[in-house]
């Protein structure tokens, strides 16, 4: 039982980061039917530029709380300006075209921007220094649950019920919402959906970013390639829980960070990516449109 | 001058052409109505108009404004709705919020407030159902609310697309007697598109028949309904 509890939060956690990661596939999918495949990629260079940043801001004698927060938002500015852009330069010309063209893209940019860290960065792993606090109160549990854990688990929790406040509240989550029903028809209200995309992105890139320095933090290294199986992982968690459902990309993401925890756990750690997979292909034969997915039914 | 003109309009849908070259007027304060069969490109019109499928050539002309190149949202500001083909309610918001989304542009929370009560006056089946989302409704309450969507933005024109089709025939009656009213109590501009030409000929002032793409005749609305040929074509006597 003890076993099991640990296992269990420990793929919590996991399932927290999958999130933040498979909430920005699942939002721009909702609204341009895209799969974004270069959004792993935005969760990468996140991680890096809170690497930068926050070893610019650490030798220059900061307080840690301070490299933290200043690395964060910085990181989470660059990576929204980057997925700002990739979608007005990559997505935006191909829009009406046929989906495979949109779908291509996206690919390129992945490679784009996987082989441009590579060449401006490193091919080798680097160290990730964690600037996040350690909780002492926590020791007596650290065999279950270890602060970054924690702070992975808090961190997600509230995101979440901003982003959940922002959809349900605020205008342009209603004009999200709109635009992801019927498009045209949010035009024909006066939506600008050129704005309320490139909003869709913003968001999700932020999200992705904050995920990113997370999982660094935890994992204590970074390297080019990391956005690659992430990116994989978050997406196989999106599908999972109905793409283009936001409560399903968060449902899907813990599903499979349990899958892949107790799956290490009780049978072997070989196989910690399979998990993923095999779970994908079981749920899809059974319910080919996701855990909360709705079918499309067109009422003539 | 008209409210509403269309130059010499000429709309594709990638190689195909759908608009071969329509010219309509509608002059503020009236009902007029463009008629003709499935195909006939009647739909394309209105959302040439709209700018969602822009036109190729020719030009559109609102209060004598160019706006052909102006992006959808903008046209909206410019005070036209539509109340599109087969309702288009966003299924997954309640019913309030469509209304809501109808008044996207709008900052007046008190003018929002008082039109929202004023449709649910007109229609106070909406009000019983204003918490249960649009996907639920039926086909009539689904074409009530669509209207009123587009009434919540205070519209100076409003474009409707076959408010008749699937319904039945006291509901058509209802929503015919509804459009009438908008237009004498709100002083609103409409160009109804129809394949009921004659329920729709008979509130209109005016009527353009449209055949393939082209307007094929224009006349006022009590000429075209004594014409021989429209009455063959479109009225089945």
């Known amino acids: 039982m003890e076993y099991f509890l640990k296992l269990f939060l420990s793929g919590t956690a996991k399932g927290s980061i999958y999130a933040l990661i498979a909430l920005g596939y699942t939002m721009v999918y909702g609204i341009i039917q895209l799969i974004n495949f270069a959004h792993g990629e935005i969760y990468m260079i996140g991680g890096f530029t809170a690497l930068i940043f926050g070893g610019f801001f650490f030798s220059k004698g900061m307080p840690v709380g301070f490299v933290l927060l200043f690395s964060v938002l910085l990181s989470i500015i660059y990576a929204a300006a980057f997925g700002y852009t990739i979608e007005k330069i990559a997505y935006r010309p191909l829009r009406g075209k046929p989906r495979l063209s949109a779908l291509i893209s996206a690919i390129g940019v992945s490679m784009v921007l996987q082989n441009f860290v590579l060449l401006a960065q490193t091919e080798k792993f680097l160290p990730f220094p964690s600037y996040l606090p350690e909780f002492k109160w926590l020791q007596p549990y650290k065999e279950y649950i270890n602060s970054t854990q924690l702070i992975i688990l808090g961190v997600t929790a509230v995101i979440m019920v901003l982003l959940t406040f922002l959809i349900k509240f605020t205008r342009m989550g209603k004009a999200m919402r709109a635009t992801a029903q019927d498009m045209h028809m949010a035009q024909l209200v006066g939506v600008d959906i050129n704005q309320v995309i490139s909003m869709t992105f913003i968001i999700g890139s932020a999200l992705a970013a904050i995920g990113g320095v997370l999982i660094c933090s935890y994992m204590g290294q970074i390297n080019y390639y990391i956005g690659f199986i992430a990116g994989i992982k978050a997406f196989v968690a999106a599908v999972l829980g109905g793409i283009g459902s936001i409560p399903g990309a968060v449902l899907g993401s813990f599903v499979l960070g349990w899958t892949e925890s107790l799956g290490t756990g009780y049978i072997s750690s070989d196989y910690e990516d399979a998990f993923a997979f095999i779970i994908l292909i079981v749920i899809l034969l059974i319910k080919p449109e996701g855990i909360l997915g709705r079918t499309r039914r067109q009422k003539v | ?237």
């Open chain 2, 1 to 237: 001058m008209a409210l509403l003109e269309l130059k010499d309009v000429h709309t594709f849908y990638g190689n195909i052409q759908a608009l071969k070259g329509i010219s309509i007027s509608v002059d503020e304060g009236e009902i007029v109505t463009l008629i003709g069969a499935n195909g006939a490109g009647k739909t394309t019109t209105l959302m040439s108009i709209c700018a969602i499928t822009p036109l190729r050539s020719g030009q559109i002309l609102l209060n004598g404004k160019e706006i052909s190149r102006v992006s959808p949202n903008k046209i909206v500001k410019m005070g036209v709705s539509q109340v599109p083909e087969g309702r288009r309610i966003f299924p997954q918001l309640s019913v309030s919020e469509n209304l809501d989304m109808g008044a996207f542009l709008r900052t007046d929370k008190e003018g929002i407030k008082r039109n929202m009560e004023e449709v649910f006056a007109i229609f106070p089946r909406l009000a019983e159902r204003r918490n249960q989302l649009g996907g639920t409704l039926s086909g009539g309450e689904q074409q009530m609310l669509a209207i009123s969507r587009a009434l919540m933005a205070n519209p100076h024109l409003l474009l409707l697309d076959e408010p008749s089709l699937g319904l039945a025939p006291l509901v058509v009656q209802n929503i015919f007697e509804v459009i009438q009213k908008i237009n004498k109590e709100r002083k609103t501009t409409i160009l109804l598109v129809e394949q009921n030409a004659n329920m729709a000929l008979k509130i209109a002032n005016k009527g353009y028949v449209m055949q393939n793409g082209i307007i094929k005749s224009a006349d006022t609305a009590a000429h075209l309904l004594e014409n021989e040929e429209v009455r063959k074509a479109y009225l089945g006597l």
